[in-house]
């Protein structure tokens, strides 16, 4: 292994290039790619990059490039792209596509604010807006991690137990253009973490229709199919896990990360970078008498709801983070949570970073105060945090 200084931007395009020479001797690796700020650093030095086998396409759209992906995952090959923001939402339909077509490919995306107003800094509504298309989703806290999540999405999406598409997803600029020390392992010990892909659906010689018309009991099955297999993912990321450790060294988070919530009183869940703040805001906390604690949610898709009522069972009050909004209901995050929160428990909603400002450890503060001031939840806050 080796540290190298690297934006999470180009971590992700390292481990998509390792792992793409990983399937060498299989049907090698490809994908379809299209820049947009903040995510385009990552294709710009994956498009560098050499292959023994295969290659990435350029193309004209984002809609293209996971139609480009989808192509060559249909042929067994292992796929990549990167996208945010309106390219996402541009996606949509091939994202929902590769899913249905129960294809392993896994996609980073930058965090970015959905337009217009153009804003190109941190919001999270641009991948929450894809929760319901049957991926996988991951959130990432630090580059080290993107780096590691898009090695395990080959392992989890292409694990026969399961066969979906991975989205890795990375706050803009806070990580996608900060540099961090990355270990990144040799060829070899990804060839031995990574199987060569073997899809059991893939096209070979002899001609087949892909995407025929499904009728309603058709449909049923193969929803009721998808639902299972989201489902199995969950105990097979913690085989991920252990042959991750087993082969390098380090041990990948679990679907939720708790921050000294052993006896905490009041916890504050959130997701992506914002984690790293609320430590240092429950540290302060702590420091001043007040039994605060802080939750991470790593995996959003499938939804931790098992792991999250457990480790909220002995909490009085729970702030939910949101670096979102749905507009006309609140955050996502807390549309989700708020049902496996303690029935007695003080719930409340803070949108806070929307459009990319800076989340501090005072403005965590400031939601610590407000909590505890409370008898009783009200409406989801917007917070501002200029």
Known sequence: ??????????????????????????????????????????????????????????????????????????????????????????????????????????????????????????????????????????????????????????????????????LVCQDAFVLSHTMMQIDVPAQELVDRFLPVLDLPHRVLERPVTIG?????????????????????????????????????GRRPADRIVPYRMEDAEVALVSMGTTAATVRTAVDAARARGVKAGGLRVRMYRPFPERELKEALARCARVAILDRDISLGHGGVLWSETRGVTPRDAVVQNYMLGLGGGDIRPRHITGVIDDILGREEAAEPMIMEVA
């Not at 299989?26 to 710009?44: A, D, K, L």
């Not at 991948?127 to 298309?133: A, E, F, G």
């Not at 025929?212 to 989201?230: C, K, S, Y």
């Open 1 to 166: 292994m080796t540290i190298e200084l690297l934006s999470a931007n180009h971590a992700a395009a390292m481990a998509a290039t390792l792992a793409g020479r990983a399937n060498r001797t299989g049907r090698g690796f490809g994908g379809g790619v299209y820049p947009i700020t903040p995510q385009s650093e990552c294709i710009e030095l994956l498009c560098r990059q050499e292959f023994e086998k295969g290659e990435v396409t350029r193309v004209e759209s984002e809609h293209s490039a996971m139609g480009v992906c989808i192509g060559l995952a249909v042929g067994g090959a292992r796929t990549f792209t990167a996208s945010s923001s309106n390219g996402l939402a541009y996606m949509t339909e091939n994202v929902y596509a590769a899913a249905f077509y129960r294809l392993p490919i896994v996609m980073m995306a930058v965090n970015r604010t959905l337009g217009p107003p153009w804003n190109i800094w941190v919001d999270h509504g641009d991948t929450l807006l894809l929760r319901d298309t049957g991926w996988i989703q991951l959130y990432c806290e630090d580059n080290q991690e993107v780096f590691d999540s898009v090695l395990i999405g080959y392992r989890l999406g292409e694990d026969r137990r399961v066969l979906l598409p991975v």
């Open 212 to 248: 025929g018309l499904d009728f309603p009991h058709g449909t049923e099955v193969h929803r009721r199919q998808h639902a299972e297999a989201i489902a199995r993912a969950v105990q097979v990321y913690s085989e991920c896990q252990d042959e991750f450790q087993r082969v390098f």
